[in-house]
């Protein structure tokens, strides 16, 4: 069976296309074909099925300033368990060099189920019954809220590398403690942000989501200060919405 590698525009950017086509050779595999695409936001919708634009707009958002505004290109690769090792050449290529929650180089398909719906779309091939991947955690519609495309422009400079620690939020004139967020895997941006909207009352939109993709990407950040009531409240809030790695800080 034939998988695939995609080298996302930052990988052509940087000139890491030899890195890759070296790690698919130290891994057993053979580059059988290659194509250079230019995803527009249709094809990021098609590929990562699992968003929705009403749930998971800000996620779109970001994944399309990524990956809509340079050119990509596909190694359609084989050789043994061609599936699983293209998996982990992109597990390997993204620790050496990925930059950023919205810069890591490279995909390959993560599940078998959606392995030939990405390969075929993206080599532009016809398939007539393609398998839709599991919808990932929703937020709340924020399109209605604030213009998402002039957030995503506005944060991205801030978001290369480690992302910006915008700083906790102030929940009330108290100082006594202070609200921690870790990484969740369970959890999208979106749905991140969601949480974080309504347990810190007055945030403001690029705010939250430099809390959150810091928090994600860092390893853990401080989202907010104030009394302990306030940071009881707070707390509860993001429990309520299915965050489990936070906690109270002294």
Not at 137 to 161: M, N, Y
Request: charged share 25%.
């Amino acid at each position: 069976m034939h998988a695939f590698v995609l080298l996302k525009p930052d990988c052509r950017r940087r000139g890491l296309t030899g890195e890759v086509e070296r790690a698919v050779g130290a891994a057993g595999l053979t580059v059988d074909g290659r194509r250079v695409v230019t995803l527009s936001p249709a094809d990021v919708r098609h590929l990562w099925s699992e968003y929705s634009d009403a749930g998971h707009g800000l996620t779109l958002g970001f994944l399309d300033r990524y990956l809509t505004t340079g050119s990509s290109e596909v190694l359609l690769v084989s050789g043994p368990d061609a599936f699983e090792t293209a998996r982990r050449i992109k597990r390997t290529i993204r620790a050496r060099y990925a930059d950023g929650p919205f810069a890591n180089v490279i995909h390959a398909a993560e599940r078998a189920g959606e392995l030939a719906r990405q390969r075929d779309h993206l080599l532009g091939r016809e398939n007539a019954d393609p398998p839709v991947s599991p919808p990932r955690p929703p937020g709340r519609d924020f399109r209605r809220l604030f213009d998402v495309p002039a957030l995503v422009a506005d944060v991205w400079p801030r978001i290369q590398g480690v992302p910006t620690d915008p700083g906790p939020h102030r929940l009330d004139d108290g100082a006594d403690a202070a609200v921690g967020l870790g990484p969740d895997r369970d959890h999208t941006l979106d749905s991140t942000v969601t949480a974080l909207w309504q347990a810190l009352p007055g945030v403001e939109p690029s705010r939250a989501v430099l809390l959150a993709l810091h928090a994600g990407w860092s390893g853990g950040t401080t989202v907010a200060v104030g009394s302990r009531s306030a940071v009881h409240h707070c707390l509860r809030t993001l429990h309520e919405h299915g965050i489990r790695n936070c906690r109270q800080l002294p």
